[in-house]
């Protein structure tokens, strides 16, 4: 049994391959059928497993003339009710943003996979980065909200790119899939098929009388129900603020409604979209906050401070936006000092001073196109640990 | 009293009549197109649930937004580049895009020559005012040379793009080109653009009376029509296409069609040679 018979029929099985391979793998369990793209390092294999993949199962690649016009084919393919995904890297995830702001702002579910690479401008093609967390969150223009999955395994890409299409569905947004060349390049043993299968969420479409169909309004979830094309609700769909009705409008009761109920529409399903995960916190003088490959690091850099007898524990977003603020709160209910090591010059830790407000918090900053190693934080972190 | 040309044809039945008034300036061509549009989609009997339509920004943009059936109003210069998703992923439904000079051959210039190189079939219409009127007049990439906008105060020195030309030499299945002031032949082009196989690209020579022919005192909305006269001549495009470059020429009618392979129907078809060959 091939690697792609397994995504679709949910039966266990270990490969090993590399992290952008077992993203391709993931969109195809989780549902995808359609991808757009246009080719750059360190995210164009996707693109090319996938040209394989789709045309198996009934799906469409398609590369695009440029970035922008591929997360348009995106959007344009989820418009029509299926699956769909783009893959790029740091220059393609500049070109996008227009249009990420549209999918947020339309609700139309797509998923982006920016694989992050040193910036700024061409910067680093081949070298890892993790510059990428605030372009992420706030990249297009105007007010609105996003979710963004930071995987820091193969195993995880494989994983949370199937949660990615889930979400995006739920949720009727833009999923933003963040990870570096390591571990996009790195090959590890996965477990494919392991959340695969055909149990997976979907859209929530229209249905009822066309007469009272309101495209834009929601129940409690704050989830409109999308009509699908050809099901005959002749819906208009704009990047224009709206009302209830799908057509613009500038009355200022209406606009603020709708922009609200978008901020809402992610709090009310934060049980769904919050992952994290919290090595040895409960009873750390030192936490760790690192999320993809830095984490990986800090995983090691923890392990080498227990041995030494020292309180060191790592705290791991894997849902960077919205950013799980009650969680790292608790995680660090007994720390003293907080490190955050990441491949930046503080973006992360920007995040986390604002939430812990009082508690110290330190940063290992490397913008040279390494990792991060686990002796660079686990050095850093028993210094702080015994002068505390 | 509604007096119709067109006997059989309402096009209250492929308006959304809750959206009137409309918001297009008194004058404006861009309305005389919408309406050979919808009368040729009524002629060819297309099923308003299986109609997409697809438009960018700018005055034609707006237009998705009147029209009874699935109505995509996108980012600017990028509706083929929706369109494209949408029209792959949905083959079942008729796609049609609706854009402008400025939407079309400036930002979206490039999803244009590849739209036609590709020739998925989308039919894209797209109305020439020779201006960015929605902003409040500036020079567009058909602006006739000397003619004044808010941002060519000294008179456009730049030539303007033969959007047809343009369409032909990067591929597209079929290509034309209308005035305003023909509505029944208009009509019969988008109607052969809409039934071509293929990508459709079909130009539109629209007026914009109030920004662009008030700047450039050109007298009242059927003035400008009929000034039109002057510059079009019904052709085939060989003859331009093997000639040098004459801007203020414009042939009208069918200018180029070819009947290359569909490429979603390529596409589709290749894949399931693979499928069956992997099975």
New interface residues.
Partial sequence: MNALDTALTGKSVSKLISGNHACALGAIAAGC??F?GYPITPSSEIAERLARF?????G?F?Q???E???I???????????K?MTATSGPGFSLKQ??IG?AAGAEIPCVIVNVMRGGPSTGMPTRPSQADLMQARWGSHGDYPIIALTPASVAEIYSETIRAFDLAERCRSPVVLLYDQVIAQLSETVTLGSTGGSNRTERKWMSGSRSTAKPYAADDDCIPAM?R????????????THGEDG??TQDPEAVTRNLSRLFSKLDRHRDAIDSWEALSCDDADVVIVAIGISARAATRAVELCRTQGLRVGLFRPITLWPFPEEALRRATAQARAVIVPEMNTGQLRLVVERVLGGTPVEGIHLFSGEAITPVDISTRAAALARRI | MFIDSAPGFDIRDYLRLEMMPHFLCPGCGHGIALRALLWAVHDLGLDKDKLAVVSGIGCAGRLSAYIDANTFHVTHGRPLAYATGLALARPDLHVIVITGDGDCLAIGGNHLIHACRRNLKLTCLMLNNEIYGMTGGQVSPTTSETRLTTTTPLGNQEPRFDPCALAAAAGAGFVGREVTRHVPKLKELIKAGLEHPGFAFVEVLSDCTEIFGRKNDLGSSSEMIMRQKSEIRPSSYRDTLDSPFRPNDLPTGILAKNDRPEYGTTYRRAAALQAGASR
């Fill in positions: 059928r359609f757009a789709l045309p198996e199962v009934d469409v398609v695009m003339e440029d922008i016009a591929s348009a084919a995106v959007i344009g393919a989820s418009m029509g009710g299926t769909a227009e249009n549209y009509a094309p050809g099901a005959g609700y002749r819906t208009h769909t704009t990047g224009l057509f613009p």
